[in-house]
């Protein structure tokens, strides 16, 4: 509030007990000040309400200025994102080459040798897999994958240009509850709502969360240095990303995250094995079973099902009780006969959910 104290009170210095009050601010000298990015947003409010203390024609202007005001931050972090969001992926080969030397390659190969081998094994149980491959696990994601702080560390530039986004996010969000307010307080006159009707409502504020740490994670997976293969089928998946549940395609990129860091080639996203996934997934729970073997005709296997929806299967997890399909991948994670499945040779899968039901599907 010192900047705005300030400039509100600079006209009184000098001024004796019998001196007239000086005149408030003019119009354009409050909106001008408010336009200012100086000042917070304690102060952006102060500013506002002396402005809506005034006349209508003073608060139309009011909402004019904050309107335009939160627009232009929006479209600006909106062209920063995209600018961001290239440049990170740019950095993400640089990260994991720095993490990676001749001997640390040679360790990579080792540790996937191990690991596979032991998910392999006809012996496999839940306690081998927390026991032995989880470690190695670990191991290999710290060298084969990088995470977006790791990415962010690499690269100062690309680090101070993540916070000032952040900031920008923030500010951007400050100017939306200002927007609201104000467009309320002038709605409250009906030749105020007139004039708020004439425009479209602005957008939701940006989210850091979703725009920015969203983003970055799956950076950090479709720029790694893969195939032309895996590549084509992470992007393909990325693609598919708007028309699928959140929580479906969470699931399916950390069992490539994982098939990735493990060596092995990236599963696509086949959208006919995810309806008869899902399909699946609600017979199960509306008809009261948890089984591979459907009591429905036409349903009975998984290949049946598969069939039904156009495509073909070669293997089939279900689980019940998960919130999340992370949660689905790692339930299906410890369970030795499911961790197979997620491992094999497979190129295309299809998750889907129904509440807490969840069907995986995986075809050649």
Do not use: C
Not at 182 to 197: K, Q
Not at 281 to 305: I, N, Q, Y
Request: zero cysteines; aromatic letters at 6%; a neutral charge.
């Amino acid at each position: 509030m010192r900047a705005l104290a300030l400039l509100l009170t600079a006209s009184l210095v000098g001024q004796t007990p019998t001196t007239p009050p000086p005149e408030p601010p003019t119009l354009p000298v409050l909106l001008r000040m408010l336009r200012d990015d100086a000042f917070d947003a304690v102060e952006r409010d102060a500013l506002a309400d002396q402005i809506l203390a005034r006349d209508l024609p003073a608060r139309t202007a009011l909402f004019d200025a904050v309107r335009t005001g939160y627009a232009a931050r929006h479209r600006q972090f909106r062209a920063a994102v995209s600018r961001q969001q290239k440049r990170f992926a740019k950095e993400v080969p640089a990260t994991l080459k720095s993490q990676l030397g001749r001997q640390a390659t040679r360790k990579l190969d080792s540790l996937r040798t191990e690991a596979l081998a032991l998910s392999r094994s006809a012996e496999l149980s839940k306690a081998m897999i927390h026991d032995q491959i989880d470690p190695l696990l670990q191991q290999i994601e710290a060298l084969a994958l990088v995470t977006p702080a790791a990415v962010l560390a690499h690269d100062r530039q690309l680090a101070d240009a993540d916070r000032a986004l952040r900031e920008l996010a923030t500010r951007a969000t400050e100017w939306f509850r200002l927007y609201l307010r104000i467009m309320h307080e002038v709605d409250r006159d009906e030749a105020g709502r007139r004039h708020i009707d004439r425009f479209e409502q602005e957008p939701e504020p940006p989210e850091s969360a979703r725009e920015l740490d969203e983003p970055y994670a799956l950076a950090a997976l479709t720029a790694l240095p893969l195939s032309g293969r895996d590549q084509q089928a992470l992007l393909a998946n990325v693609a598919l990303q708007p028309q699928t549940d959140p929580e479906e395609f969470a699931g399916t990129m950390h069992l490539n995250r994982i098939r990735i860091a493990l060596g092995l080639n990236v599963v696509a996203i086949d959208d006919k094995l995810g309806h008869a996934a899902r399909d699946h997934s609600v017979d199960m729970r509306t008809l009261g079973f948890f089984s591979h073997e459907s009591p429905v005709a036409g349903k009975r296997t998984f290949g049946d099902r598969a069939a039904k929806a156009g495509t073909s299967a070669s293997a089939e997890n279900i689980a019940w009780g998960q919130a999340t399909g992370i949660g689905a991948i790692t339930a299906w994670w410890y369970s030795p006969g499911h961790h197979k499945n997620m491992l094999g040779g497979h190129a295309r899968t299809g998750l889907g959910r129904s509440e807490s039901h969840w069907t995986q599907m995986f075809g050649g």
